[in-house]
């Protein structure tokens, strides 16, 4: 009898500053995506990484008592596919999102028993908000990094929602700017999921030695 295929998995990586309870509006447009790929069945998590003591590196393990990445790098490995969910500080992707790219490093060098690099067959997207802009930016460095440590960039794998430039409305839900922010959400989860079920049905091989 054919086997039924595991269900895909996200994972989201919130890069907001403020820890949980406080709004995020960064969540807010990561669930547009979310939501979207809960209906084509995807089992969806997010880690709001402010919640979190994660230390400084480049490696898996822990840095030191009470460093607790190793929880979320274990979701990463785990998922099929990650969305990193950044504001706009500076015209740059936040401190937070920024840690988790450099801890992910270390998959550069993580491999399965085959020899297949720990990020390759995952498919990462991005999302973006703030009330200053520079979304585009913020989307190329977080995708340059993700390509660098392995992991599949589809077309249009990213929404953003950013005011700016200058001084503006800071809160995502309340702006009357956001149909294009959603649409755009939606079409990067069809984008991500088409992109994940593929490399699940032919997935990459081992790079040559």
């Known amino acids: 009898m054919p086997t039924t295929p595991s269900p895909l998995r996200a994972l989201a990586l919130n890069g907001t500053l403020k820890p949980s309870p406080g709004t995020s509006n ?22 709001r990484l402010a919640d979190l003591a994660i230390a400084p ?10 460093d607790q990445w190793p929880g979320v790098h274990a979701k990463v490995v785990a998922a099929d596919i990650v969305i990193f969910a950044t504001p706009t500080w ?18 550069l060098s993580e491999t399965d028993d085959a020899g297949v690099p720990l990020a390759y067959n995952k498919v990462a997207g991005f999302v973006v908000t703030g009330n200053e802009d520079g979304a585009h930016h913020c989307i ?4 340059g ?6 992991f599949t960039v589809p077309g249009q794998g990213w929404t953003y929602w ?8 800071e809160e995502y ?3 009357d700017d956001t149909d294009w922010s959603v649409t755009t959400g939606r079409a990067a989860a069809q984008n991500l999921h088409t992109v994940a079920r593929a490399l699940a049905a032919v997935p990459l091989q081992a790079p040559p030695s």
């Open 173 to 175: 839900l309340t702006s």
């Open 26 to 47: 960064t969540e807010a447009l990561t669930e547009v995506v979310l939501d979207a790929l809960r209906e084509r069945s995807v089992d969806c998590e997010t880690v």
């Open 140 to 143: 190329s460095e977080m995708a």
């Open 162 to 169: 950013n005011k700016g430039p200058g001084p503006g409305e």
């Open 57 to 66: 590196g480049v490696v898996s393990e822990a840095v030191h008592p009470g």
């Open 145 to 150: 990094a993700a390509v660098d440590i392995g």
């Open 90 to 107: 500076l015209g740059q992707p936040s401190s937070e999102i920024k840690r988790a790219l450099e801890r992910l490093d270390a998959l």
